[in-house]
């Protein structure tokens, strides 16, 4: 009896601990365990497995950067007391990334199906660290069985509005793995600057990546001054950004905007557009009437050895090639475009689009690899083997997964992060108003769809447009906190998602957060009252 009391006494005491801390995005299974470890500088990560240095090493940088110290780490059987075990285990689900994670007096044990699903229990145990530096550092009592549930967690920065150095992207790479989310579609071309080097178009870069005048939504104070602004990638940088997130278990997809959003490539090089320019790289938000001449064969040309020079760069599956708002002005007084049209027998400007679509998926699917565009590219007739982005709602993406095509949500009425979060925003932003409850209400599997279209919906991503994003705390104060929501959206099973819950984990959100220097956004509370 005395010892069943004792028993639920440590049980309450370790639960009342479990719900101090906060795991984001909440784990399938989590329940307290007996006894709480500590971390100290004399603590040793033990690698029982070949492959895991990527966790060990991103465990040590965060311990160096937030608490002042690392741990010595070590291979083998070895499961002395004082040690961080990281593994591999067997597990069957659907998509990779599950891990375990015991803790007790002795250890702390992470066992992943893969390396990924190891780094993903390291970052549960991120997450479970006091938000206090200290050279000791208490892991609650908790035993945890985890898994993903989409296998596509996206994040879509727009580097072209506003344009943001590697370390930033670094940082916001990290930021992504602390949520678990895999994959960084990187927006790198539009009508306000090209971001990304290719050799055999230098003008693109020395060009089309700047433009002059006065710049909107740069930090406060900075934003009247009329200047020289922009940037761009080189090809190292690009590789070395690449490599940074492979190591934290993130797929980088490029994208490269075509055939609309092209002003900063038609002004580099003013014979790819239908009229021949002048163009110019724009200073302005909106969509263009030039863009990529549809009758003009050198465009196709120059897209190619575009491509030729990114997709090395980027080992994903994917290339992102837009798609979206093309208008088709230009197109209409264009005599190529017309007799495109008639050659090809196209119904309209809609299927030109297609035409051009398909035939750059044609050349993508030749290189190994596939095309992703938004959701206008089901106007006029989707490319054979596309993924759908749906941004306009989720009509698209419901409409492409109707036909048999693969589909990642990313609808602007639930995760466009560049809206507002309350309705009286503090600060600039695009419009809309998306709160944080929004977020996280967010189903991505559309009931409408039968059981064999839902498989198409591979999952959703937040989209972060930055006209109005003009430095990096306001990227943070404009993801976070609704990446902590979305994660759960992407990563929980849906069973486990919980407003609730979430709301009571909030202030160890906020608390994480601010120990780690990131800005975010306090509207939540502003909302409340
Ligand atoms: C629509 S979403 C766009 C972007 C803008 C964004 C602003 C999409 C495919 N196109 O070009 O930046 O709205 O929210």
Not at 65 to 93: D, P, R
Not at 204 to 226: E, K, M, Q
């Amino acid at each position: 009896m005395m010892k069943n009391i004792l028993a639920s006494a440590i049980l309450t005491i370790s639960l009342l601990q479990l719900h101090a801390q906060s795991i984001i995005p909440e784990p399938a299974e989590i329940k307290a365990s007996k006894a709480d470890f500590t971390i100290t500088p004399s603590t040793t990560i033990v690698m029982q497995g070949t492959g895991l240095e990527n966790a060990a090493s991103f465990f040590n940088a965060y311990l160096q950067k937030y608490y002042g110290f690392q741990l010595k780490v070590a291979s083998g059987n070895n499961t002395a007391k004082n040690s961080i075990v990281l593994n591999y285990e067997k597990m069957e689900y659907p998509v990779p990334g599950a891990y375990v994670m015991n803790v007790n007096s002795k250890n702390v044990y992470i066992a992943g199906d893969n390396a990924q699903g190891t780094f993903y229990g390291i970052q549960t145990l991120i997450q479970l660290l006091p938000p206090v530096a200290s050279k000791s550092l208490k892991v609650p009592a908790v035993d945890i069985n985890d898994h993903p549930r989409f296998a596509y967690r996206g994040a879509m920065l727009d580097v072209c509005r506003h344009f943001f150095d590697v370390d930033f992207v670094k940082q916001y790479i990290d930021y992504l793995a602390m949520y678990k989310i895999n994959t960084f579609h990187w927006h790198l071309t539009d009508d306000q600057g090209w971001r990304v080097e290719i050799k055999k178009y230098p003008k693109l870069t020395s060009v089309g990546a700047w433009r002059d005048g006065t710049i909107i939504g740069r930090y406060p104070g900075t934003g009247n001054d009329s200047i020289h602004y922009g940037g761009f990638y080189t090809q190292e940088q690009i590789k070395e950004v690449v490599k940074y997130a492979a190591d934290r278990y993130i797929t980088i997809i490029p994208e490269i905007e075509m055939p609309g959003h092209a002003s900063a490539a038609l002004t580099a090089y003013p014979n790819l557009g239908c009229t021949g320019g002048p163009y110019k790289v724009q200073q302005t938000w909106g969509v263009f009437d030039d863009v990529f001449c549809a009758g003009n064969d050198s465009v196709f040309t120059f897209l190619q050895d575009v491509l030729d020079e990114v997709i090395p760069l980027f080992p994903a599956a994917y290339v992102h090639v837009g798609g979206d708002e093309c208008p088709k002005t230009s197109w209409k007084k264009c005599p190529k475009c017309q007799q495109r049209i008639k050659d090809q027998h196209l119904a309209d400007e809609h299927a030109l689009q297609s035409y051009f679509v398909q035939r750059m998926e044609k050349y993508i699917n030749s290189k190994g690899k596939k095309i992703i565009g938004w959701d206008e590219i089901l106007e006029g007739g989707i490319a054979p083997n596309a993924t759908v982005m749906s941004w306009r709602g989720e009509e698209g993406g419901i409409n492409a997964a109707k036909q048999n095509h693969d589909v990642i949500m990313t609808p602007n009425t639930y995760v466009y992060f560049d809206y507002a979060q309350t309705k009286t925003e503090d600060s600039v932003t695009i419009g809309g108003f998306i709160p944080l409850e929004k977020v996280y209400s967010y189903e991505p599997i559309p009931a409408v769809l039968d059981a064999s279209q839902q498989k198409h919906v591979l999952g959703a991503q937040a989209n972060l447009w930055t006209e109005y994003i003009g430095y990096p705390s306001k990227v943070e104060y404009q993801e976070f906190p609704r990446y902590a929501a979305l994660s759960e959206v992407l990563w929980s099973p849906a069973s486990k998602r919980d407003w609730k819950k979430f709301e009571q984990k909030l202030p160890d959100v906020f608390k994480k957060l601010s120990f780690q220097k990131t800005t975010f956004s306090t509207a939540y509370y502003d909302i409340q009252t």
